[in-house]
């Protein structure tokens, strides 16, 4: 799967860490990540799914 969409989910604050919750859109795969704003989310979120091989996103 070469194109894939981020859906956020849910912002939240747990032990004083602000998170993220991801969803890729079309599939059941959910990522929570800490980040201070969401474009840093989005970018943590993408770096984990490059780590993990589940979608040939190339370099980002």
């Known amino acids: 799967m070469k194109n894939m969409e981020l859906e956020l989910i849910e912002e ?3 032990a004083g860490q602000h ?3 991801f ?3 079309n ?3 959910i990522l ?3 980040a201070d ?3 840093e989310g989005v970018k943590k979120a993408v770096e984990l799914l490059n780590k993990l091989r589940l979608f040939d ?3 980002q």
């Open 57 to 59: 996103l190339g370099k």
């Open 12 to 14: 939240y604050t747990y």
């Open 23 to 25: 969803k890729v859109k």
């Open 32 to 34: 929570n990540v800490a």
């Open 37 to 39: 704003n969401l474009d």
């Open 19 to 21: 998170r993220f919750r």
């Open 27 to 29: 599939t059941n795969i």
